[in-house]
């Protein structure tokens, strides 16, 4: 970690990775399989990080393995279309039935600021809704906090953006409709999208109200606005279909990532076909990309679709899910900690508060501190959790009952310890 503090910024080519919020020193991971991560130093953790969610097979898949061995002899980039990226677009459509046309890049952020710039250029209109709280990337017009008060326009969320990237960024409050509604009042012919991720899992895991996202779906039909379902996390993990596969709202755009490149740089934004026609060459809206759908990332992808093809696949993604949230209730309760807990398919997440945790203020009043020593307590045992309070937990097809009872039998005696 010191040589690397010398080379690359905090050490990590990406913040969270770093340990900042819970303390102590990254672990440099040498290799990974299945559920398992090992370190330089020959420690073995059980992984409930799972590359940040974008592993859902488990670590090293054979199946992925091979595919991204044998497209690599084949030659690793083109720059010209291949049979591939269809067959992955094909198979993105079967599973994501609002999609009907997609077009792929290399990474999340990519993916969201894309079809940002898509939806801005479709109405003709610049500003655009997020929630306090949902993560869409790093990119400019998206790193907006909250100003003061409900429905302001956003003001920059870090140093490096400027006041002008996020003048047309409107923050309101997760799970708020109310708020949505107002935004929309105060300026209603000039919104040309509601972004949201269709259940929170950057501020920890916040579900949805009921009528949430339908309220969503029916203001943008009324204001003619796009909603963009930002299912970098929860597509191909939620349910087959995603959170509107599970939920039953259906966005005009999607965006992907994560699972969708098994383990290599893939995004991926998506949907109707009267919007993506926008896009060039076919439209006006540019965007462009060196290496997107490349060979790897594709056979990567095809890979790993194919795996979750299978019978039966979400419903033990859901399962696993479900006993490790109700034993880690169970455990906070008997101990007298409180502790909120919800799961989604290969998802869950947890927050040291007694709930109900509807937004992000409800977030901020999350114990940290008992996070904290949650984490480290785990890690010393072998398992691995997020270094931060608020990321998920991510389960894999290839986490298994033992494995389960291991992290929960880990947790009792961080319980008993005393959090
Ligand atoms: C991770 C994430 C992104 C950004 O994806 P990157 O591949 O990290 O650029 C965007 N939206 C959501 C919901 C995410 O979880």
């Not at 930002?230 to 993990?237: K, M, W, Y």
């Not at 060459?281 to 462009?288: I, N, S």
Request: aromatic share 8%.
């Amino acid at each position: 970690m010191r040589r690397a503090r010398e080379v690359i910024p905090g050490g990590v080519n990406s913040p969270v990775r770093a340990f900042g919020s819970v303390g102590g020193t990254a672990r440099f991971i040498k290799s990974a399989t299945g559920a398992r991560i090992r370190d330089v130093d020959d420690n073995r953790y059980l992984d409930y990080v799972a590359s940040w969610g974008a592993v859902l097979v488990g670590h090293a898949h054979p199946r992925v393995v091979d595919a991204v061995r044998s497209a690599a002899a084949r030659g690793t980039s083109f720059g010209a279309p291949t049979e591939a990226e269809v067959l992955l677009a094909e198979r993105v459509i079967e599973f994501v039935p609002s999609v009907e046309m997609i077009r792929f890049v290399n990474s999340g952020t990519e993916a969201v600021m894309s079809a940002v710039r898509l939806a801005r250029g479709a109405t003709g209109r610049d500003k655009i809704i997020k929630f306090e709280g949902c993560y869409h990337g790093h990119g400019d017009s998206l790193l907006a906090a909250a100003g003061s008060g409900v429905a302001t326009l956003g003001i920059p969320g870090t140093r490096g953006v400027p006041e002008a990237a996020v003048r047309d960024t409107i923050v309101v409050p997760y799970n708020d409709l109310d708020a949505v509604e107002n935004a929309f009042l105060q300026h209603s012919d000039g919104i040309a999208a509601v972004i949201v991720e269709p259940i929170a899992a950057n501020m920890g895991m916040v579900s949805p109200r009921p009528g949430f996202l339908e309220g969503l779906r029916s203001l943008c039909d009324t204001y003619d606005a796009v909603l963009i379902f930002d299912e970098v996390i929860t597509g191909f993990r939620v349910a087959r279909g995603g959170a509107q596969g599970r939920l039953g709202v259906v966005p005009d755009l999607s965006t992907f990532g994560k699972v969708i490149g098994g383990g290599l740089p893939v995004g991926a934004y998506g949907g109707r076909r009267d919007l993506m026609r926008h896009i060039a060459p076919e439209g006006e809206v540019f965007q462009a990309g060196t290496l997107s759908g490349n060979p790897l990332a594709t056979a990567a992808g095809l890979a790993v679709l194919e795996l979750l093809d299978e019978d039966g696949v979400y419903d033990a993604l859901e399962q696993r899910s479900r006993r490790i949230s109700e034993g880690l209730q169970s455990q906070a309760d008997a101990a007298g900690v409180p502790m909120t807990i919800d799961s989604a398919g290969g998802v869950f997440g947890f927050f040291f508060h007694p709930g109900p945790v509807r937004n992000y203020e409800d977030v901020q009043k999350a114990d940290g501190k008992r996070y904290e020593t949650f984490f480290h307590g785990m890690l010393d045992q072998g398992v691995y959790f997020a270094p931060s309070a608020f990321e998920v937990a991510f389960v894999t097809t290839v986490h298994s009952l033992a494995d389960e009872d291991e992290t929960l039998e880990a947790a009792r005696r961080v319980f008993r310890k005393g959090l």
